[in-house]
């Protein structure tokens, strides 16, 4: 089973900052938050990923809280393009196996 | 970035036939790779994880002998699906660590399986 919770579904207008919750209370002290997005028929992107620190790279910030049982994912600017749906998940490093929960659908708005 | 190729991306077969489905990883190494199947609407569900030079692990309710998993080498593992029925056509995703670099988990294309 999927170790983390995200909404179903979002909305937020074009050129806005977009905010996506997630919730992993059962998270583990060796396990990493990855954040993924799959726009329709295509194989999921990687966004960005954090062990306890924030990150930040060119598409988003990953903000995790200080417990580690949730994070939110920012897009600064959200775009048209932006729209996907966008997954939450729990992992060990290396070679561990993927488990995918529903994810957020994001609508970003003209 | 690291990249993850699917071949082919679309298949349409009869019903009955064996389809072979591709997933190499371009300019890493994987030991690992995972296989996924999609529906419309629905997230990604994991059915095996593949080993370069042993056995594919399964999920439960994933049937072996239908879907045979072979991972000859570090840049390859190949999804057959076999005697294939209207109801496997899905979206078939693979997915290889990158564990030299990151340890980040880089998907394929998707390739989408049509049963008639």
């Known amino acids: 089973d999927a170790k983390t919770t995200q909404p179903p579904s979002m909305d937020c207008a074009e050129g806005r900052a977009a905010n996506l919750p997630c919730n992993h209370s059962t998270i583990s002290g060796n396990e990493y938050v990855y954040w993924y997005r799959q726009i329709h028929s295509q194989g999921p992107q990687y966004i960005i990923h954090?062990?306890?620190n924030n990150e930040t790279n060119e598409m988003a910030s990953l903000i995790i809280t200080e417990d580690r049982k949730s994070s939110t994912l920012i897009l600064p600017h959200a775009t048209l393009r932006d729209t996907a749906v966008y997954y939450c998940?729990?992992?060990?490093?290396?070679?561990?196996?993927?488990?995918f929960g529903a994810g957020t659908r994001l609508f970003v708005k003209a | 970035g690291a990249v993850v190729s699917q071949h082919p991306s679309r298949v349409i077969c009869k019903s009955g036939t064996s389809v072979k489905i591709e997933c190499r990883s371009l300019?890493?190494?994987?030991?690992?790779m995972f296989w996924y199947r999609q529906f419309p609407k629905q997230s990604l569900m994991l059915m095996a994880t593949s080993n370069e030079g042993s056995k594919a692990t399964y999920e439960q309710g994933v049937e072996k002998d239908k879907f045979l998993i072979n991972h000859a080498s570090l840049t390859l593992s190949t999804l057959t699906v076999t005697s294939a029925h209207p109801e496997d056509s899905s979206f078939y995703i693979c997915?290889?660590?990158?564990?030299?670099?990151?340890?980040?988990?880089?998907f394929g294309e998707g390739s989408r399986l049509t049963v008639l």
């Open positions: 997915s290889a660590n990158d564990q030299a670099a990151t340890g980040e988990l880089f």
């Open positions: 954090g062990l306890k």
């Open positions: 998940i729990v992992r060990g490093g290396g070679g561990f196996k993927t488990i």
């Open positions: 300019d890493f190494q994987a030991t690992t």
